[in-house]
C-alpha cells in the first residue's frame, strides 16, 4: 500500500512525486508512456519551452526556467534519479476503484496497486487511439510520425481519415507508396485543402485508398521483403497488403470518460468544462486529487506548484498558495486591506454572482482579474469599444449611459455586473459605463469568464438571466414600464442553432420573435426557384416581427450565417406588450415599412445576394473586420504583403494570393477578427486578446504551442521566429545593404518561434499598413454592418 | 468603396492639377515679358521652380512606396496625385520654356521628362485594364497550382508516353523541355509552350496506327481521331494514346493560361522599367540643366 499514487508524469504529477520522495513518503508514480513527461516530449525538436506566468515564483524540487525542450527533460531525468523518485513506465492506468483503506489502480490489462491517496495528472492531451487488434503494437507499427522526409522508397499504410493522417498520407507520398485505410465512404472530418489535397491525390493514383475498410489482424512476416502484412475488410471481401510500416492517425481518447470512471463529476457537458476541486486540489471523491492542465491549469509552472502543494495538504500540512504574494500585490492598495483570505471573503460576500464558487476557483479568478478603483466620473469603457472583459461591481456605483446623449442612464449598485452583453455577443459594448464614487471594480478577462460560466452552471444561468432581461429592456423598455418588460422576460427562452440552421421559413405562421445575441443570420426569399439573401443581420438585432406585427405569415426565410444563439419571445407575449404600448407598435412598425424597402431595393439587385453569400461562406458573417481586395484594380505588386512583412518582424500576415474570389471580390488569406476568435479558445497563456477597436492580437507571452494555428479556421496564423535587425531602406536603396523592403528572412537557427498574425496595425499611427500601401485601391478592410451596402455596389 | 486611382476623393488632384494648369495659364497669357517668352523672366523662373519642385516630389513617390509604416496618406491617394500632377507638368514645362526648343541639355531634359510621363500613360493604362484581364484568365486559380498542375501532367504524360514508343516519348519529351514559362522579361513577355507540336505528332501516330489497320482518312481532325479511337476500346496502344491527347489538350490549354498569366503581370511592371530608370536620368539632366543655367547667368 503506497501513501500516494501519483498517474501521469507531466510537469504536475512529476513535481508531486518529487516532492514526496524529497519527504521518503512511499509513493509510486505511473506513467504511461515509456519515458516521462509525455506532452512536453512530444513537442516538437528545439522547442523552446516558456515558463510564463513570468510573475509566478517557482516552487517544486524540480528545476524549470525557459529552455530548449531537450534541455528541460533531461534535467528532469536527473532530478528524478537524484532524489529517488520510484517511476513506473509504461504503466498506463485503466481504472482507479475506490476501496475501504483507500484506492485500487488498475494498471495494463491485470496488473493492480493499491494507494491510500492518489494525484491525477494525466493533462489534457488523452490517451492516443491504438488499432484495436492483433498486432497493433507490431514493430513496424507507430502512432506518430515526427519528419515524413525521413523515410524513402516503402511501402507505408495510413489508418485514418482526419487532418493528421491526411498530411501524413500526403507527405509520405511524395518519397513512398502510401495506401490510405479510411473506414468511411469519404473524408468528412478533413480542413477543405486536405480534402482537395487527398482527393486529387487518389484521383491521379499517387495514393491508393481501401474505403469503407477497417484492419483486422496485423502479423509479423518473416520471409519476403516486407517486415509486415495488414490484413484488412473491404467492402469486397477480404484482402492483404505487404508493407514496411503502418502509420495510425487514431486520435486521442480525450481524459474526460477515464476521469468520470474514477467517480470525478463535471458541472456540464461543455467540452471545455473541468472538474470542481476544492482550494486542496480535492475532488468530489475524498483522496482523489487533480493537478495540472486537467484541473484547468494550462501552463507548466502552475502544474508543478500544484504538484508540490497538493503532497503537503495530503500530508496534512498547509503551505501558503504559491500565488499568495501575487494575490497580496493585488489586494494591497484597497482600502482596509488586512489579509487576502478576509479580501476573498469580503468579494464573495459582495458580489452574488461570486457565492457558489469554490475558494480555488475565486482565486484564480483574482489573479487573472484586475481591481480597479476609478475616480469618479472616468469612463470605464466607452459604447462601440470591442472590449470584452465583465466588470463586478464590488462597492460603490456605476453608471450606464445607452446613448450619447446621456439622457437614458441606469444606475448599477454593489453586488451587480456588467460588460455580459460584449464578453457573449462578441461585439461593440452596447453602453458607455462611467464611474461613480468610491468605486470598487473586478476586471476579468474573457477568457477566465468564459471559463468560469463553463464550469459552474449557477454563474451561466445568472449571466443568462441578466442578459435576457437587459437585451430585451434596452430593445422595448423605453416604452414599455418595467412590469410589462417583466413579464416578457418570464416567458422568454435561449435558443441555439447551429450554421445553416433554420429559424424560420418564408410562408410560416410566425409564432415568435427572435433577438439575436451570439453569431448572425441571413434572411432570405425563394425567388424564381432560387434562394436569394436579401440581407445580413448581425447579433443585436431582431427578426421576426414583421409576422408578429403584420398579417401573420413569415415574409423570409431565416437562416444562422455561423452558430447562433437567440432570445426567443413568444407571439402572445409580444402581442400583448404592443398592445399596452401603442407608442412602441407604431416605431416597429415604421422600422418594418423601412426594411421592407430596402429588401425591395436588394431584391432589384438580387446578385448582390450572391456577393453576400460568397462573403458569408468565407466567414464574414462572424468577423469584425476583413481585408477584401478588388480584382479588378489589383495589379499583384505584392506591396500589400511587403507593407505588412515591413511594419510586422517581417513576416506578412496576409497572403494576397491564396483564397477565393468571386465577382472580383477577392478574400485574401488573413484574420477576420472574428466575433468570437476560434484562435483564443485553448491558449495556455491567454496570450490572445481584444483591443478597444476590435483587433485581435498575440500578446508577447505567447508560448509558441501551436494551438491558435490549429484553431484558426481560415488559416491566417503562422509561427515564426524574430528575424535578424536590418539596415535602413536608404541603406538598402544606395548600397544594397541588407535584405530589401518587405524581406526578412528568419534566423534560421532560432527555435523561439511565436505564433505571429494580423493585429489590424494596431500600433500604427494611420492605420491599416497594408491598405495604406496599395497604390491602386485594390485593398480595403470592411465590417459587416457595411456587407450590405458593399455587396449592393459589388454586384456583378 | 473599392475606388480606383483616378478617381480618389472625387478627383481631389485632377481638380488640383487643373486650377495649377490654369493659373499658369493665365499667368502666361496675362504676363508681357521683354522680347520672346522664355524661361528667364521672373514668370520663368516662377514656372521652372514649381515644375524642378514636382518632378522631385514625383520622383519621392518611389522612396514613399517603400516607407510603409511611418507613411502619412495611403498610396492611392499619393499615387492619384502622382498621376494628375505629374501631367500637368507637360504644360508647365512647356509654358516654362516658352514653346522653345533647341539641340541643347534643356531640351534633353524635357524630352526626358515627357517620356516618363508617356510611360505613366501607358502605367495606367495598364493598371486600370489588365487586373480584369488576368482575374478572368486565372479562373479562380493560383499561378503556383496551375504550375504544379502542370507538372503533374507532364510527369503522367511521360509515364503514358513510355508505353508507347521512342518517338512518342522523345515528342512529349521535347514538349517539356520546350515548355518555358517566366524567365527573363522577354521571354515572360512571350511565354510560349511547345505542346502544339507535341500534339501534331500525337495525332501522327494515331493516324500511322490508323493506317497500319488500313482504315486511313485523309485531313482528319483531333476530335475525328479520337472518336475513332474510341471505337477500337479493345486497342491498348490507341486507348494510351487517346489518354495522352487528352493529357497533352489538357496541359495546354494551362499553359497558355499561365502564359497569359506571366505575360499580363509583365506587361503591368515591364513600363516600370523604362519609367523609372528614364526619370532618375531626368533627375541627372534636371539638374545639368538647372546649373548651366545658373553658370552661364
Ligand atoms: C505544443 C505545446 C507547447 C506548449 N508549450 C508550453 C510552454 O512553452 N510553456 C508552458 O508553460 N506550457 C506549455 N504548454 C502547455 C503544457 O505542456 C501543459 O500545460 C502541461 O504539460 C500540463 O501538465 P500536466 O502535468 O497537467 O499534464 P501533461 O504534461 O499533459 O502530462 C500528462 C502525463 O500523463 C500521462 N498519462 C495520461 N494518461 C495516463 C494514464 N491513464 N496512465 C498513466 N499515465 C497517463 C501522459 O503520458 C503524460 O505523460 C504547451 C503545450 C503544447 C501542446
Ligand atoms: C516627371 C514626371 C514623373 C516622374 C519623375 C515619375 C517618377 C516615378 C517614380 C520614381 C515612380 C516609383 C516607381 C517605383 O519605385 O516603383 C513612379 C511610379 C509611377 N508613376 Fe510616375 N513619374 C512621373 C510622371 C508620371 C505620370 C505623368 C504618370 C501617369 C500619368 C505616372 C504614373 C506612374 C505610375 C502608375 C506609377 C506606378 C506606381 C506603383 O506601381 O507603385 N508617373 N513614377
Ligand atoms: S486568427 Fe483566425 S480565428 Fe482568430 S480572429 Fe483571426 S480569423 Fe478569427
Ligand atoms: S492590417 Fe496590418 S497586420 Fe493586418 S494584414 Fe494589414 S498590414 Fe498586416
Ligand atoms: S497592394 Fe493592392 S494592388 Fe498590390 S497586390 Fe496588394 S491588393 Fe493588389
Not at chain 2, 511521360?158 to 519529351?173: C, N, P
Request: hydrophobic share 40%; proline share 4%; net charge positive.
Amino acid at each position: 500500500m503506497f501513501e500516494i499514487a501519483i498517474v501521469g508524469s507531466g510537469p504536475g504529477g512529476i513535481s508531486a512525486a518529487a516532492r514526496a520522495a524529497e519527504l521518503k513518503v512511499p509513493h509510486i508514480l505511473l506513467e504511461g508512456a515509456l519515458h516521462l513527461s509525455n506532452t512536453i516530449y512530444r513537442y516538437q525538436k528545439g522547442k523552446h519551452v516558456m515558463a510564463e506566468p513570468e510573475a509566478l515564483p517557482l516552487r517544486s524540487p524540480l528545476k524549470f526556467q525557459a529552455g530548449s525542450r531537450e534541455s528541460i527533460l533531461e534535467s528532469w531525468d536527473q532530478d528524478v534519479a537524484k532524489l529517488g523518485v520510484n517511476v513506473r513506465h509504461g504503466a498506463e492506468v485503466t481504472a482507479i476503484k475506490k476501496t475501504d483503506a483507500g484506492f485500487e489502480l488498475s494498471i495494463g490489462r491485470n496488473d493492480k496497486i493499491q494507494a491510500r491517496n492518489v494525484i491525477l495528472g494525466i493533462g489534457l492531451q488523452g490517451n492516443i487511439r491504438k488499432l484495436g487488434v492483433a498486432g497493433e503494437d507490431a514493430p513496424f507499427v507507430q502512432y506518430t510520425l515526427d519528419d515524413p522526409d525521413e523515410y524513402e522508397g516503402e511501402t507505408i499504410i495510413v489508418v485514418g481519415a482526419g487532418d493528421a493522417a491526411i498530411e501524413n498520407a500526403v507527405a509520405l507520398a511524395k518519397q513512398n507508396q502510401v495506401v490510405v485505410v479510411n473506414r468511411r465512404e469519404e473524408f468528412a472530418r478533413a480542413k477543405e485543402g486536405n480534402l482537395r489535397a487527398i482527393q486529387k491525390a487518389i484521383e491521379d493514383g499517387v495514393i491508393e485508398c481501401f474505403f469503407g475498410s477497417a484492419p483486422e489482424r496485423i502479423d509479423k512476416l518473416t520471409v519476403g521483403k516486407k517486415p509486415g502484412r495488414m490484413i484488412l475488410n473491404t467492402p469486397k471481401g477480404r484482402a492483404q497488403v505487404l508493407c514496411d510500416r503502418i502509420i495510425a492517425r487514431l486520435g486521442a481518447n480525450p481524459p474526460r470518460t477515464f476521469v468520470e470512471a474514477c467517480g470525478v463529476k463535471f458541472p456540464n457537458d461543455d467540452p471545455a468544462a473541468v472538474p470542481a476541486i476544492s482550494e486542496k486540489y480535492e475532488s468530489n471523491v475524498p483522496g482523489l486529487y487533480i493537478v495540472g492542465a486537467l484541473g484547468g491549469y494550462p501552463l507548466i509552472k502552475q502544474a508543478m506548484n500544484q504538484g508540490y502543494e497538493v503532497v503537503e495538504y495530503i500530508l496534512g500540512r498547509s503551505v501558503e498558495p504559491a500565488d499568495e504574494p501575487l494575490l497580496r500585490a493585488k489586494f494591497e492598495s484597497m482600502p482596509g486591506f488586512k489579509s487576502v483570505n478576509a479580501t476573498l471573503q469580503k468579494i464573495q460576500n459582495a458580489v452574488p454572482l461570486l457565492a457558489t464558487i469554490t475558494p480555488l476557483q475565486l482565486r484564480e479568478f483574482m489573479i487573472d482579474s484586475t481591481l480597479l478603483a476609478p475616480k469618479s466620473g472616468e469612463a470605464i469603457f466607452k459604447r462601440n469599444d470591442y472590449t470584452n472583459s465583465f466588470y463586478c461591481l464590488v462597492d460603490g456605483h456605476v453608471e450606464v449611459l445607452m446613448d450619447d446623449s446621456g439622457d437614458k442612464r441606469v444606475v448599477l449598485n454593489p453586488g451587480e455586473f456588467f460588460g455580459e452583453m460584449s464578453l457573449i455577443s462578441g461585439r461593440r459594448r452596447t453602453a458607455t459605463v462611467v464611474a461613480g464614487k468610491s468605486c470598487v471594480l473586478i476586471e476579468t478577462p474573457r477568457r477566465s469568464m468564459k471559463r468560469l460560466i463553463n464550469s459552474v452552471d449557477a454563474v451561466k444561468k445568472m449571466i443568462d438571466q441578466v442578459f435576457v432581461e437587459r437585451a430585451i429592456r434596452a430593445r422595448f423598455g423605453e416604452e414599455a414600464t418595467a412590469v410589462q418588460i417583466r413579464d416578457v422576460v418570464k416567458g422568454a427562452t435561449l435558443q441555439r442553432f447551429k450554421a445553416g440552421d433554420v429559424l424560420f421559413r418564408e410562408g410560416e405562421d410566425g409564432d415568435c420573435l427572435h433577438l439575436v445575441r451570439v453569431g448572425s443570420l441571413t434572411i432570405s426569399r425563394q425567388i424564381a426557384g432560387r434562394e436569394i439573401v436579401l440581407s445580413y443581420v448581425p447579433a443585436g438585432n431582431y427578426v421576426g416581427e414583421m409576422a408578429l406585427l403584420g398579417g401573420g405569415k413569415r415574409s423570409a426565410t431565416a437562416k444562422a450565417a455561423i452558430a447562433t444563439e437567440t432570445i426567443r419571445v413568444e407571439r402572445d407575449a409580444f402581442r400583448k406588450l404592443l398592445a399596452q404600448n401603442p407608442m412602441l407598435r407604431m416605431k416597429l412598425a415604421n422600422e418594418v415599412k423601412q426594411r421592407t424597402a430596402e429588401n425591395i431595393t436588394t431584391q432589384a439587385g438580387a446578385s448582390s445576394g450572391d456577393v453576400i453569400s460568397f462573403l458569408i461562406g468565407q466567414g464574414v458573417g462572424e468577423a469584425t473586420d476583413v481585408l477584401l481586395i478588388d480584382e479588378s484594380l489589383c495589379v499583384r505588386c505584392d506591396n500589400c504583403e511587403k507593407a505588412c512583412a515591413e511594419t510586422h518582424g517581417g513576416t506578412s500576415r496576409l497572403d494576397r494570393e491564396a483564397g477565393p474570389t468571386f465577382a472580383n471580390v477577392h478574400v485574401p488569406t488573413s484574420c477576420r477578427h472574428c466575433e468570437h476568435p476560434h484562435c483564443m479558445k485553448d491558449c495556455p497563456p491567454d496570450a490572445i486578446h481584444r483591443a478597444p477597436n476590435g483587433e485581435v492580437f498575440i500578446a508577447d507571452n505567447c508560448i509558441g504551442c501551436g494551438n491558435c494555428e490549429r484553431n484558426c479556421p481560415y488559416g491566417v496564423i503562422h509561427m515564426a521566429a524574430k528575424p535578424k535587425k536590418k539596415p535602413g531602406l536608404l541603406q538598402w536603396l544606395l548600397f544594397g545593404a541588407g535584405p530589401g523592403p518587405g524581406e526578412s528572412p528568419y534566423d534560421p537557427d532560432s527555435h523561439e518561434k511565436k505564433a505571429v498574425k494580423c493585429d489590424m496595425c494596431k500600433d500604427i499611427k494611420g492605420g491599416a499598413a497594408c491598405v495604406r500601401a496599395c497604390p491602386t485601391g485594390a485593398a480595403i478592410r470592411i465590417s459587416p454592418e457595411q456587407l450590405p451596402e458593399y455587396a449592393y455596389a459589388r454586384a456583378p | 468603396m473599392h475606388d480606383s486611382i483616378l478617381n480618389f476623393r472625387s478627383y481631389r488632384y485632377l481638380w488640383v492639377s487643373i486650377l495649377l494648369c490654369a493659373g499658369s495659364l493665365t499667368a502666361y497669357l496675362w504676363h508681357d515679358p521683354i522680347g520672346v517668352p522664355n524661361g528667364g523672366s521672373w514668370l520663368g523662373y516662377t514656372l521652372g521652380t514649381i515644375g524642378a519642385v514636382l518632378i522631385v516630389w514625383l520622383l519621392w513617390f518611389g522612396i514613399r512606396k517603400r516607407r510603409y509604416g511611418r507613411a502619412i496618406g495611403t498610396a492611392r491617394g499619393w499615387l492619384s496625385a502622382h498621376v494628375y500632377l505629374g501631367t500637368s507638368l507637360i504644360l508647365i514645362s512647356l509654358l516654362h520654356s516658352g514653346f522653345q526648343v533647341g539641340w541643347n541639355i534643356h531640351t534633353l531634359a524635357l524630352v526626358l521628362m515627357l517620356l516618363v510621363i508617356f510611360s505613366g500613360f501607358f502605367g495606367v493604362y495598364a493598371y486600370l485594364r489588365y487586373p480584369a484581364l488576368m482575374t478572368r484568365n486565372r479562373a479562380s486559380a493560383t499561378r503556383e497550382a496551375m504550375v504544379a498542375e502542370i507538372r503533374e501532367l507532364d510527369a503522367q504524360a511521360l509515364q503514358l508516353a513510355d508505353k508507347v514508343d521512342k518517338s512518342v516519348h522523345d515528342a512529349i519529351l521535347r514538349s517539356i523541355q520546350n515548355t518555358r514559362l517566366g524567365g527573363g522579361l522577354w521571354a515572360q513577355l512571350t511565354a510560349k509552350d511547345d505542346s502544339g507540336q507535341a500534339l501534331t505528332r500525337l495525332k501522327e501516330a494515331v493516324t500511322q496506327a490508323a493506317t497500319a489497320d488500313k482504315q486511313h482518312r485523309s485531313g482528319q481532325t483531333m476530335v475525328v481521331m479520337v472518336d475513332f479511337l474510341a471505337n477500337q476500346a479493345n486497342d491498348v496502344q490507341s486507348d494510351t494514346l487517346r489518354r495522352l491527347i487528352d493529357l497533352v489538350s489538357r496541359k495546354r490549354a494551362l499553359a497558355s493560361r499561365v502564359a497569359r498569366d506571366i505575360q499580363l503581370q509583365a506587361l503591368m511592371e515591364i513600363w516600370l522599367y523604362i519609367h523609372v530608370p528614364l526619370s532618375l536620368a531626368l533627375l541627372g539632366a534636371l539638374t545639368a540643366h538647372i546649373l548651366s543655367v545658373f553658370f552661364y547667368w
